[in-house]
């Protein structure tokens, strides 16, 4: 598969507060990857990173083929600037039930369909999509989980809802605190390879403080 986008030790600062810390990661042509971590992790500022919207303080995010189009959509605005709709996103506005009055009337549903039907209809080398899903009831997830795994280029998501996580990312990017943990595979298999890492962690945990036990003891024995 072929290699778009790499990050080379990317750290990221807003007003003295570390978000990250030389960060490395790689994103392959193809790729559906879910960001995930808890609020204030850094996923939109990932985001925002990639897009080149935002200036790493260290490090670099180098682009690896030329001209990649890059389209986002941001997390949660009002704002809808629609002025070259295209067959494309007609079609999908219909699909997807959003009425065609203005954007400021519709349910908050509605807007985010159609700020979605927006940024497909841009057939994007790499679409990146910030909390797709917040607004949307089953329906209207699946019909997305749909047109994601038709999509064409490459899709980099953040999303807290694990079921469609599950359905569509090949790779989880977890934020860490100011690490970024990468790993292939979905959601459930990430869920399994963690809860695996924690039990070897506790299990080294274990066996250190017996380790320390055991030399206290044998201190004390000495001292005695
Ligand atoms: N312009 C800014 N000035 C100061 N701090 C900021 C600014 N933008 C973001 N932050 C802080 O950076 C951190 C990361 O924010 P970010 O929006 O990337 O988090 P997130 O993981 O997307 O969270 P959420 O799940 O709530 O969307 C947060 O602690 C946030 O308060
Ligand atoms: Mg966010």
């Known amino acids: 598969m072929k290699e778009l986008i ?7 600062e ?4 570390k978000v990250f810390e030389g960060i490395n990661a790689s994103i392959q042509q193809g790729d559906i990857i879910g960001i995930i971590g808890k609020n204030g992790a850094g996923k939109s500022t990932l985001l925002t990173l990639i897009s080149n919207d935002l200036v790493p303080t260290q490090g670099h995010i180098q682009f690896l083929q030329n001209d990649l189009n890059v389209v986002r959509l941001e997390q949660e605005t009002e ?14 506005l219909e699909k997807w039930h959003v009425p ?15 700020r979605l039907a927006n940024v497909f209809a841009k057939n994007a080398d790499i679409l ?9 009831d089953e329906r209207s997830t699946e019909l997305l989980i749909e047109q994601i795994k038709h999509y064409k280029g490459t899709i ?13 990312a090949t790779k989880i990017w ?30 080294e945990y274990e066996k250190q403080k017996k380790k320390v036990e055991l030399v206290e003891e044998q201190i004390s024995e000495l001292t005695s």
Do not use: C, W
Not at 128 to 136: A, G, K, S, V
């Open 14 to 17: 807003i007003q003295n507060y």
């Open 128 to 136: 990146m999509l910030d909390e797709p899903t917040n607004h949307l």
């Open 100 to 114: 065609s009055h203005d954007f400021g009337l519709l349910s908050g549903g509605e807007k985010l369909k159609a």
């Open 174 to 203: 977890s934020i860490e605190g100011d690490q970024l943990i990468e790993h292939k595979g979905n959601y459930s298999s990430y869920f399994k390879n963690r809860e695996h890492r924690r039990h070897t962690q506790q299990r």
């Open 156 to 168: 980099i998501l953040v999303s807290h809802d694990r079921y469609f996580l599950d359905t569509i």
């Open 6 to 12: 790499k990050l080379h030790n990317v750290s990221y």
């Open 79 to 92: 704002s809808h600037i629609s002025n070259d709709v295209n067959a494309f996103e007609v079609e999908l």
